[in-house]
């Protein structure tokens, strides 16, 4: 939970079922306000879905949800203070950037005066009078940002921000991320860069085949995961020396470019440094890392292809 | 609803759509007005079927409208494709969602969307007749048609009854369209539908089976363009499409409320 306690987001039992098969099945989770939280899971995990729901787009089959305070099934009470962007960049080809800003504002009811400072805002200021069929796939993106925008919502809502963005675009979204949170809005954002993720959310709703799999704080998730401990003699010739010693002591090893890792508890690291000494072995390095949020999804989803 | 409309017409006012359909509509409007003045003299006539007007009747006051009436059904069929594209591409483009999230109450977009088009069709119908009006003027003299009682209170009167038929016909199939686009989702779909419907699955009904001509939609919106006939009266035609445009348009708007936008 945040400073102030409230949420932006909270599903009870939220469900979705076509046909025989559940999109999304009792997915409860919470954001907390003013927070940024990521929502992972591999493709056609349910992730598009809940957002849809929570969106008023499709109907729950089952549970409920509040978005911002609100009932999903009163969008129409918070949607005015959220922005969104669903499934990637959807806007009309023939309109330029700028017009289709202008048609999304007249429909808001936002001040038209807006759309230049948001076209400036995602560095599409001069490209804004461009038709959105001659743009890029990251200027299309980035038109999608700017209309999310648009509200100035206190609840943003972005699946896939990233895709098709150069390393300096996914710079820039991050930073916009950044400050908006910094402002007090909370982003609820999506994305298959784990990496981008991890180094953004404090929390993280992650599913798996329609489940959620985990809800809760980013640093809470990764500091439950088992570190490895990386140990790597300074002769290669000791090598199966050491592998031999340390399995003997009941450890689990592989073998990385001519360093051992091990998966243990970090406290684990001095034995293993000892064990190597007493027979013989002098550790040229000998570390401890913890799993990155994308060994952490692979090893929670068990996508690890 | 307003700021629906207001949206709407921005994206009906964009030039690829404006200009062509005032292109598509003016050239309709001119090639059928221009035929019936051209082609007076011609023995395979120079109105529909094949039927031949002359001078004399071209004289009257009814004949200010003659153009502007056959060009009628065509303005329709366009408003039908336009209609049926404008409303299916929101779910092909994917934009829907972008409109929901900005409006959620669905039956204002709905509504906003139906007006804004109705404007649209307003302007479409009022070019075609000013131009038809136009040419007619123009063409008048080389056909030896005199042009006395065109200005006439009983010709404008005329006039003024054309343009609301035509207008209330062209809106009968624009409303099809829309329904068919939001029943089908696929501009393609739907304008191939409505179009081949229309045109031509109508007709062969109606050539088949002559009962089935008072009862089919296409034909009734039709014939409200052209003020009804003694075979198939303009009171009827209004209640026939009505009841068609009722119950698909409330068809068509009970889905769009309900289904999920899941694309």
């Known amino acids: ?305 | 609803m307003i700021r629906v409309v207001i949206a709407e017409l921005r994206k009906l006012r964009r030039p690829s759509l404006l200009l062509g359909t005032i292109a598509t509509v003016g050239g309709l409007s001119a090639l059928f007005t221009s035929i019936v003045f051209l082609m007076i003299d011609s023995e395979d006539g120079n109105t529909k079927r094949g039927e031949s007007i002359g001078p004399k009747e071209l004289s009257e006051a009814l004949g200010l409208v003659y153009g502007f009436k056959l060009v009628g059904v065509f303005l329709g069929v366009v408003a039908l494709c336009i209609f049926a594209s404008q409303t299916a591409q929101e779910y092909s483009l994917g934009t829907l969602r972008n409109l929901l999230v900005r409006q959620p109450s669905r039956m204002k977009i709905l509504a906003g969307k139906f007006i804004a088009m109705k404007l649209f069709a307003l302007v479409m119908v009022l070019f075609a007749g000013a131009l038809s009006i136009a040419i007619s003027h123009a063409l008048a003299g080389r056909a030896k048609v005199d042009t006395t009682a065109w200005g006439t209170s009983a010709a404008m009167h005329i006039l003024f009854e054309s343009a609301l038929n035509i207008f209330l016909a062209t809106l009968c199939y624009g409303t099809f369209g829309m329904i068919l686009g939001l029943l089908f989702r696929s501009p393609i779909s739907a304008i191939a539908v409505g179009v081949l419907w229309n045109l031509i699955l109508e007709n062969i009904l109606a050539a088949l089976i002559n009962s089935t001509r008072k009862w089919l939609p296409g034909i009734n919106f039709a014939n409200l363009g052209e003020g009804g006939y003694p075979g198939l009266t303009y009171k009827h035609s209004i209640a026939v499409s009505l009841g068609y445009l009722i119950i698909g348009g409330a068809l068509a708007a009970v889905l769009f409320k309900k289904r999920d936008v899941a694309n």
């Open chain 1, 1 to 305: 939970m945040n400073k102030t306690g409230t949420v932006a987001i909270s599903a009870s039992d939220l469900t979705k079922i076509y046909g025989e098969r559940a999109a999304l099945s009792h997915g409860s989770f919470v954001v907390p306000s003013g927070s940024i939280c990521g929502f992972v899971g591999p493709n056609g995990s349910g992730k598009t879905t809940t957002i849809r729901m929570l969106l008023g787009l499709i109907t729950p089959s089952g549970g409920s949800a509040t978005v911002l305070g609100e009932s999903i099934k009163h969008p129409e009470k918070y949607l005015p203070r959220v922005g969104a962007m669903i499934e990637g960049p959807a806007f009309y080809p023939a309109l330029s950037g700028r017009e289709n800003l202008k048609v999304l504002a007249e429909l808001g009811g936002f001040p038209l005066a807006r759309v230049d400072e948001l076209l400036g805002k995602v560095d599409l200021a001069e490209r804004g009078g461009s038709k959105f069929k001659t743009y890029s796939l990251g200027m299309k993106q980035r038109l999608g940002i700017a209309a999310a925008l648009l509200p100035n919502p206190e609840l943003l809502i972005l699946d896939e921000p990233t895709n098709g963005l150069d390393p300096s675009g996914i710079q820039e979204v991050r930073g916009i991320i950044r400050d908006l949170a910094n402002s007090g809005t909370t982003v609820f954002v999506s994305s298959h860069i784990l990496s981008e993720l991890e180094m953004i959310c404090e929390y993280l709703v992650m599913l798996r085949e329609g489940k959620v799999i985990f809800s809760g704080r980013t640093q809470e998730l990764l500091s439950a995961q088992k570190p490895i401990i990386i140990a790597r003699p300074e002769y290669e010739v000791d090598l199966a020396k050491l592998v031999n010693t340390l399995s003997e002591a009941g450890y689990q090893i592989t073998i990385v470019d001519g360093a051992l890792q091990i998966a243990a508890a970090k406290e684990a690291s001095a034995e293993i440094n000892r064990l190597a000494f007493d027979s013989g072995i002098t550790l040229s390095s000998i570390s401890v890392v913890l799993p990155t949020l994308e060994e952490t999804f692979f090893e929670m989803t068990g996508d690890n292809k």
